[in-house]
T-cell receptor, first 115, second 110 residues
Framework: DTGVSQDPRHKITKRGQNVTFRCDPISEHNRLYWYRQTLGQGPEFLTYFQNEAQLEKSRLLSDRFSAERPKGSFSTLEIQRTEQGDSAMYLC?????????????FGPGTRLTVT | SQQGEEDPQALSIQEGENATMNCSYKTSINNLQWYRQNSGRGLVHLILIRSNEREKHSGRLRVTLDTSKKSSSLLITASRAADTASYFCATSQGAQKLVFGQGTRLTINP
């Protein structure tokens, strides 16, 4: 069990550019979640996959945001035409389908700075 | 939007003292979880309490849940410098999304 990994850990981009983040969940976990966290706040839910199906999307996920999990393993989160308000920590988490296990295991996050 | 609020927003105590953090939430829940986050890092799961449970222990952690008041508390006993972190409560209605509070920043002074 190597834990949830995210890449890159830090991204600095200019306003208007597109960025893509990757998340590799714990291998046997079939649920994958994306959250966004701004300074001094708790994480806010963005979207959730069960296997390759995207089951829920937050209203925070504007049409500039898209997430995929094509083979039910890793996931990508793309932000198009970035804005300064997109600057935040983007957190990925995964959880196991076994029994009634609801704990989510978080990756280290990708910190995005839009200049 | 955040589910609820944590109280206090910041807490500073001496090493060895106990730390208590409170969390309130708004809607019905299936379970409530507490997470720890060290500065600039990901979240670490601490403990989960189900809606039909009232109290749960794990090592130096004690969590209580009062569903009638929609509130929970996290007690850390015999605090250590390594406990310095932000603590978040999070609620869920099953295996779906977690809804987090704004967190309590805990500082343990040596």
């Amino acid at each position: 069990d190597t834990g949830v990994s995210q890449d890159p850990r830090h991204k600095i981009t200019k306003r208007g550019q597109n960025v893509t983040f990757r998340c590799d969940p714990i291998s046997e976990h079939n649920r994958l979640y994306w959250y966004r966290q701004t300074l001094g706040q708790g994480p806010e839910f963005l979207t959730y996959f069960q296997n390759e199906a995207q089951l829920e999307k937050s209203r925070l996920l504007s049409d500039r945001f898209s997430a995929e999990r094509p083979k039910g393993s890793f996931s990508t989160l793309e932000i198009q035409r970035t804005e300064q308000g997109d600057s935040a920590m983007y957190l990925c988490a995964s959880s196991s389908p076994s029994g009634h296990s609801y704990e989510q295991y978080f990756g280290p996050g990708t910190r995005l700075t839009v200049t | 939007s955040q589910q609820g609020e944590e109280d206090p927003q910041a807490l500073s105590i001496q090493e060895g003292e106990n730390a208590t953090m409170n969390c309130s939430y708004k809607t019905s829940i299936n379970n409530l979880q507490w997470y720890r986050q060290n500065s600039g890092r990901g979240l670490v799961h601490l403990i989960l309490i189900r809606s039909n449970e009232r109290e749960k222990h794990s090592g130096r952690l004690r969590v209580t849940l009062d569903t009638s008041k929609k509130s929970s508390s996290l007690l850390i006993t015999a605090s250590r410098a390594a406990d310095t972190a932000s603590y978040f409560c999070a609620t869920s209605q099953g295996a779906q999304k977690l809804v987090f509070g704004q967190g309590t920043r805990l500082t343990i002074n040596p």
